[in-house]
T-cell receptor, first 113, second 116 residues
Framework: AQSVTQLGSHVSVSEGALVLLRCNYS??????LFWYVQYPNQGLQLLLK??????LVKGINGFEAEFKKSETSFHLTKPSAHMSDAAEYFC???????????FGTGTRLTIIP | DTAVSQTPKYLVTQMGNDKSIKCEQN?????MYWYKQDSKKFLKIMFS???????INETVPNRFSPKSPDKAHLNLHINSLELGDSAVYFC???????????????FGPGTRLTVL
């Protein structure tokens, strides 16, 4: 079975500060990991994904995430927050041969001017 | 061009009615999905079709019935709507990669269903 835990349902950071959104996964086989962003009243947009290879993955809008197998983590970071980053962020996992994409409960990111 | 599109974007209806939501993808993907996002933003898969064949059918009331006329379309029909069906419904699509397994799922803009 696979699962995802996102620590912190709400995260607030000041504009220009570091953004860190936490995601831990559970999987009995090597996972594929994703971060999606959902802006208010919109659909989900892929930020970045890890399948195999380099463990540091760069995505759109200056976000990146690092796959750490020893910590079963895939935390999302951005060096400097921008007002336009305010949104809901979802971590998700899928495994080879499993058709189901399992989502975390989401983290709402608020940017303080 | 929109990759995954859904209609309608908003749907307001009375309890007991029957309604359908349509989804189309122009990505050439072989698999399509329906997800439900509840009021707490929790996303859960409902159904998945691969080349018109049902491959995932989660614990969903049988009032919900997906229909796939071809691999580019997956519609969701809901009978006898209940208050608890109010949610945002997302369609998604993806493609199997031979050695990589399931590729990224691309989502539609969602349909906000409100049952009064």
């Amino acid at each position: 079975a696979q699962s995802v835990t996102q620590l912190g349902s709400h995260v607030s950071v000041s504009e220009g500060a570091l953004v860190l959104l936490r995601c831990n996964y559970s999987s009995s086989v090597p996972p594929y990991l994703f971060w999606y962003v959902q802006y208010p009243n919109q659909g989900l947009q892929l930020l970045l994904k890890y399948t195999t290879g380099a463990t540091l993955v760069k995505g759109i809008n200056g976000f990146e995430a690092e796959f750490k197998k020893s910590e079963t983590s895939f935390h999302l970071t951005k060096p400097s927050a921008h007002m336009s980053d305010a949104a809901e962020y979802f971590c998700a996992v899928i495994t080879f041969g499993n058709e189901k994409l399992t989502f975390g409960t989401g983290t709402r990111l608020t940017i303080i001017p | 061009d929109t990759a995954v599109s859904q209609t309608p974007k908003y749907l307001v209806t009375q309890m007991g009615n029957d309604k359908s939501i349509k989804c189309e993808q122009n990505l050439g993907h072989d698999t399509m999905y329906w997800y439900k996002q509840d009021s707490k933003k929790f996303l859960k898969i409902m159904f998945s079709y691969n080349n018109k064949e049902l491959i995932i059918n989660e614990t969903v009331p049988n009032r919900f019935s997906p229909k796939s006329p071809d691999k580019a379309h997956l519609n969701l029909h809901i009978n006898s709507l209940e208050l608890g069906d109010s949610a945002v419904y997302f369609c998604a699509s993806s493609q199997v990669r031979e050695r990589e397994g399931r590729d990224t799922q691309y989502f539609g803009p969602g349909t906000r269903l409100t049952v009064l």
